[in-house]
């Protein structure tokens, strides 16, 4: 009886250090969806389109966003998260909260003046955009940073670093002030770049009026 032979198992491939294979198509389709939509508008681009850019199947596409919807959703939510990370509004009690809000103010600016910002804005604004797009897009960038904003403002009053009565409001006009002039000329078309110099004197600017308005008042006396 001639003995058994022994067939060798191949070794199972690894997929190597980094991200594991499904992650790594994921990021890549969140890519596509980031540089699509805001240049193609949500009607003008497809699933296929976003396959095709991010080099996969749309089935895959699929396995990962179950609809358009989702895809749009979870690429503006991305990109705000890139540029504005929750870590962002973590409060440093032992720091001075103008530098804080001046490195809050700067990664807001450079989100709103991106070309993909203002290509996003114009497509949302132009009046042929769904309600309920605008909705989601409402919920997953802006009101996810005017929310994360609102919190860092409740700890910095909470450390006696400011005084608000009305928090949301607070929130809302110190980003109206970082906007200014600047975005509504770039929606335009007709806004320059602005140098580091200028955007440094804008947020210098903005920051110094909010803590004009909400800086806890020097202590009266105290001079004397």
Same mark, same amino acid.
């Given at each position: 009886?001639?003995?058994?032979?022994?067939?060798?198992?191949?070794?199972?491939?690894s997929?190597?250090?980094?991200? &594991?294979? +499904?992650?790594?198509?994921?990021?890549?389709?969140l890519? !596509?969806a980031k540089?699509?939509?805001p240049t193609?508008?949500?009607?003008g681009?497809s699933?296929?389109a976003?396959?095709?850019?991010a080099?996969v199947?749309?089935?895959? #596409?699929y396995?990962?966003?179950? +609809?358009?919807?989702?895809?749009?959703?979870?690429?503006i939510?991305v990109?705000c998260?890139?540029q504005?990370?929750?870590?962002?509004?973590? #409060?440093? %009690?032992?720091?001075p *909260?103008?530098?804080?809000?001046e490195?809050?103010?700067?990664?807001?600016? @450079?989100l709103?003046?991106?070309p993909?910002?203002?290509?996003?804005n114009?497509?949302?604004?132009?009046g042929?955009?769904? &309600?309920?797009?605008?909705?989601?897009?409402?919920e !997953?960038?802006?009101?996810? *940073?005017?929310?994360?904003f609102?919190?860092?403002?409740?700890?910095?009053i909470?450390?006696?670093?400011? #005084?608000?009565?009305d #928090?949301p409001r607070? @929130?809302?006009?110190?980003?109206?002030l970082?906007?200014g002039? %600047?975005?509504a000329?770039?929606l335009?078309?007709?806004?320059?770049?602005s140098?580091?110099?200028? %955007?440094?004197t804008?947020?210098h @600017?903005?920051v110094?009026m909010?803590?004009r308005a909400y800086g *806890? &008042?020097?202590?009266?006396?105290a001079a004397?």
């Amino acid at each position: 009886m001639k003995p058994a032979i022994a067939i060798p198992i191949p070794a199972s491939k690894s997929c190597g250090p980094g991200r &594991p294979k +499904d992650l790594e198509k994921r990021a890549a389709i969140l890519d !596509a969806a980031k540089r699509l939509f805001p240049t193609s508008g949500f009607e003008g681009t497809s699933m296929d389109a976003i396959a095709a850019d991010a080099g996969v199947s749309k089935l895959t #596409v699929y396995s990962h966003f179950r +609809d358009k919807e989702t895809l749009f959703v979870a690429a503006i939510r991305v990109r705000c998260e890139e540029q504005m990370p929750e870590t962002l509004f973590d #409060v440093d %009690v032992q720091g001075p *909260v103008r530098r804080q809000l001046e490195a809050i103010g700067r990664a807001f600016f @450079a989100l709103l003046t991106s070309p993909e910002s203002i290509s996003l804005n114009r497509l949302l604004t132009s009046g042929t955009a769904p &309600p309920k797009l605008t909705q989601l897009f409402w919920e !997953a960038g802006p009101q996810r *940073v005017q929310g994360g904003f609102q919190e860092f403002l409740r700890k910095e009053i909470a450390a006696g670093q400011l #005084v608000i009565e009305d #928090v949301p409001r607070a @929130a809302s006009q110190f980003f109206a002030l970082l906007k200014g002039e %600047v975005h509504a000329r770039m929606l335009c078309g007709c806004g320059a770049a602005s140098t580091d110099a200028d %955007v440094d004197t804008h947020l210098h @600017a903005t920051v110094e009026m909010f803590m004009r308005a909400y800086g *806890v &008042p020097q202590a009266q006396g105290a001079a004397r």
